[in-house]
């Protein structure tokens, strides 16, 4: 965990990144001249998607999507595991953005993790390659 700890002027700076800690999970306490910060890393939720994502399966996508992400105390980051996804259309994509807009209004990240050619294809063409953090692993 890099940290970085200095005097400036009259005060002190401590400044840390704890990557994979969503804000709720920080616990911050001062007694006296003591400061205990206490960060727990809470495994993202991962959705696994396979084949083909067409009109006839969007809606259980969707409906698994806002599970993930509405259900209270699980974590700030939701994986969407694509790389078994063969196909996608429209709709398919309609459920990932939705799901995007949910995850934003209840404090959460959607994460599209290894697509495969054919969605990165539909992301680009469609313009919506800018909505999504996108990771190969």
């Known amino acids: 965990m890099p940290i970085d700890a200095y005097r400036q002027g009259d005060g002190y700076v401590i400044a840390f990144d704890l990557p994979g800690v969503s804000t709720e999970a920080i616990d911050i ?14 495994p993202a939720d991962v959705v696994h998607v396979g084949g083909e994502m067409d009109i006839d399966r969007a809606p259980m996508l969707r409906n698994a999507l806002h599970t993930a992400i509405t259900r209270p105390g699980r974590p700030a980051e939701i994986v969407v595991d ?16 939705q799901a995007r807009h949910d995850a934003e209004e209840h404090g959460k990240q959607l994460v599209l993790r290894a697509p495969q050619h054919q969605f990165l294809h539909l992301l680009d063409i469609t313009g919506a390659d800018t909505l999504f953090a996108i990771t190969d692993t």
């Open 82 to 97: 694509l790389a078994d996804l063969s196909f996608c259309d429209s709709s398919g994509l309609n459920a990932l953005i």
């Open 29 to 42: 306490d001062v007694e006296r001249n003591m400061l205990t910060v206490k960060a727990e890393r809470r």
